[in-house]
């Protein structure tokens, strides 16, 4: 059998050799210290015996036998060869008793190098086994702004917690997410009971996702699996066959193929850019041409919380502005079940679904994903999911007016940021508001507190006792005179609060506009022509976003305030012109007029004039790391800065 089998190897080098020449590429299997110096490989940490996945298995330490193979690890030489021999004594070693003996190799951006047992690996290889034991050195990179090097020390950080080397992802930020949907802390160790049933699963999902083709993204394995899980969750995934998960990956398949895309995002900025209706949008599944059922999913009640109300007005606003034309129906209290509450809609005949909170996205894209002919709208940033629609409004523009009022106002240059979780959006608006304060006071100086570190009232304490009186935290369009902790801008001293002026949220005029949008097809015209998630990221040009004032702000103020709204509406004044400055001392968007909605979106960095840091998980309190584990910015998941490798990660 062995003779038959090294024929089917050398026929597939064969074929692969041709195939590499044709690309204009090596046909050979590259060699490690042909790209890094023997300084650097000297260098290396001992990791003991390893299982290396086999697949991550890709070349040979030292030129001596790269030539014996293709660079599919095949064999390339002739059959009367002594090296084709010894190919085919381990073949049948392999199928009398198995390979056992470990190899010996080194591992460089996670993938590994053989110095010891090329032809193992290639046996192996040939039997499509998962892996093979070796004994490991390890050579880290030196550390760079390259993204291959950022995630490969994000690896190194997971590997030291979990094990887990076989997994690859091709975005920033995705293994602290996996861990975190996996349901464990930034930092917590995984068991050896965890480790076995996720690898399990890992390779069950990778046979159903290979038998859709799914190799033949430019995407990983990782990427897939992370999209599957943010849908069906892992638990479910535990228990699900290869067969099911392949059913499931039909219905996903456009969410798994969209992370293939650098650029997975289109922003909607303006409701002007509405694209018209298409032919192919007048055969796409819209609501019934009756009675339009809309759904309001909330994560708590008008009565208890300032960001239900808001959302609660708008309800409101549009069925009074359709009136007989649409019927809309608020659920409130979603948290304990939210798919159930999202399905009970969908039974009681809502084909549009506002779901108005980032909490409430996963269970968003579950719904969507099992139920296409409806419109689901989830109320969140940055957000790469193409079943569901994302909204949300640029805030910052009205952080950057309220930054440039208060720098007017301090006469100590000290002005005090309570923000409430580290999620796509928030970051932008506390740059803007520390960018607006240094353009009224050049010295002005923000000092950041989280209400989800320390709570609210602990957070605005502590900058009071900073001897800071101009203060900016949790934002309703209400002005709650007995609350002490909802407040927009206010001048805090002791007991003491004045009001100055608010950010406020036109829900209405928001819900109003995709309303109209639904009834003439552009939303759907939309949804049709782009391949894209959409994210429809509105400001003060269409309405949504504005700033009241109270009775203690003088007229001159509200003045400046107003002169600075217009210039935003009219695109005079930008918020985010460049250089942007960060703590470090970073310049970002060099070259550039301003930054574009995508970098704003996705800040996860602090402007110069700003005191405090980016909380990082395990700080946040338990409602903190709900939120962030939903719609968190990457940095906001990670724990202690790793080191440079030592201790075996």
Request: charged letters at 25%; glycine letters at 6%.
């Amino acid at each position: 059998m062995s003779e038959t089998y090294y024929k089917e190897a050398l026929k597939s080098a064969q074929k692969e050799y041709r195939a590499c020449v044709f690309k204009g590429k090596s046909p050979f299997l590259p060699v490690l210290d042909e790209f890094l110096s023997s300084e650097r490989v000297s260098t290396g940490i001992d990791l003991g015996l390893v299982q290396v996945p086999l697949e991550k298995i890709v070349g040979t330490k030292t030129k001596g036998r790269s030539n014996a193979f293709a660079a599919n690890f095949m064999p390339i030489l002739d059959e009367d060869t002594e090296f084709a021999t010894k190919w085919k004594r381990l073949c049948d070693a392999h199928l009398s008793e198995g390979i056992h003996d470990p190899i010996k190799a080194y591992e460089y951006m996670n993938r590994f190098y053989v110095e010891e047992g090329n032809k193992r690996v290639s046996v192996l290889k040939f039997f499509n086994a998962d892996s093979i034991a070796a004994m490991v050195t390890r050579i880290l990179p030196e550390k760079t702004d390259d993204i291959e090097v950022e995630i490969y020390y994000e690896f190194l950080t997971f590997y030291k917690l979990s094990g887990i080397n076989f997994i690859d992802f091709s975005k920033k930020g995705s293994y602290a997410r996996l861990q975190m949907l996996l349901g464990k802390e930034a930092d917590e160790e995984w068991t050896e009971n965890e480790r076995k049933d996720f690898t399990a699963v890992y390779y069950r999902f990778k046979h159903a996702y290979i038998s859709k083709d799914g190799d033949k993204l430019n995407s990983t394995v990782g990427d897939a699996l992370l999209s599957y899980i943010k849908v069906y969750g892992y638990p479910e995934l535990k228990k699900t066959e290869a067969a099911d998960i392949k059913k499931n990956l039909t219905k996903i398949w456009e969410e798994v193929s969209l992370q293939q895309d650098e650029e997975p995002i289109e922003i909607m900025s303006d409701p002007s850019e509405a694209k018209k209706p298409s032919v192919l949008s007048k055969v796409l599944p819209v609501i019934a041409p009756t009675v339009y059922k809309v759904a309001f999913i909330y994560d708590g009640t008008p009565e208890s919380s300032g960001w239900v109300h808001e959302h609660e007005k708008g309800r409101r606003h549009i069925q009074r502005i359709f009136e007989d034309k649409i019927e809309t129906k608020a659920y409130p209290n979603a948290m304990d079940n939210p798919i159930e509450v999202i399905e009970q809609a969908i039974k009681d005949g809502c084909k549009l679904i506002f779901t108005t909170t980032p909490r409430l996205l996963q269970a968003s894209l579950r719904a969507a994903v099992e139920n296409p002919e409806v419109v689901i709208m989830n109320c969140s940033l940055n957000k790469s999911h193409r079943y569901i629609r994302s909204y949300y409004t640029r805030m910052y523009e009205a952080k950057f007016i309220l930054g440039a009022l208060a720098g007017s106002l301090t006469e100590s240059g000290k002005l005090g940021y309570v923000c409430d979780y580290p999620i796509y959006g928030q970051i932008a608006a506390i740059n803007a508001f520390a960018i607006g304060a240094q353009m009224t006071d050049p010295r002005a100086k923000v000092y950041l507190e989280w209400s989800a570190v320390k709570g609210a009232k602990a957070a605005a304490e502590a900058l009071e006792e900073r001897d800071i009186h101009i203060i900016s935290t949790q934002d309703t369009a209400r002005f709650l005179e007995d609350d002490r902790n909802s407040f927009g801008l206010s001048y805090v001293r002791g007991d003491t609060l004045d009001l100055l002026a608010n950010p406020v949220w036109n829900w209405g005029v928001y819900y109003e506009e995709i309303m109209r949008r639904i009834l003439d097809k552009s939303m759907q015209s939309e949804y049709a022509s782009s391949s894209k998630a959409l994210n429809y990221y509105w400001g003060m040009s269409a309405g949504v976003v504005d700033i009241v004032y109270s009775q203690h702000l003088t007229e001159a103020s509200k003045r400046f305030c107003n002169f600075l709204k217009e210039s935003i509406k009219h695109d005079l004044c930008i918020p985010f012109l460049t250089p942007i400055t960060t703590q470090s001392g970073e310049k970002i968007g060099a070259g550039q007029k301003s930054l574009s909605l995508d970098q704003i979106i996705s800040m996860d960095y602090l402007v110069e004039n700003i005191i405090g840091t980016i909380p990082r998980y395990e700080e946040l309190s338990p409602m903190g790391k709900a939120t962030v584990d939903i719609a968190g910015i990457e940095k906001s998941l990670d724990t202690a800065e790793n080191d440079e490798g030592g201790d075996g990660v």
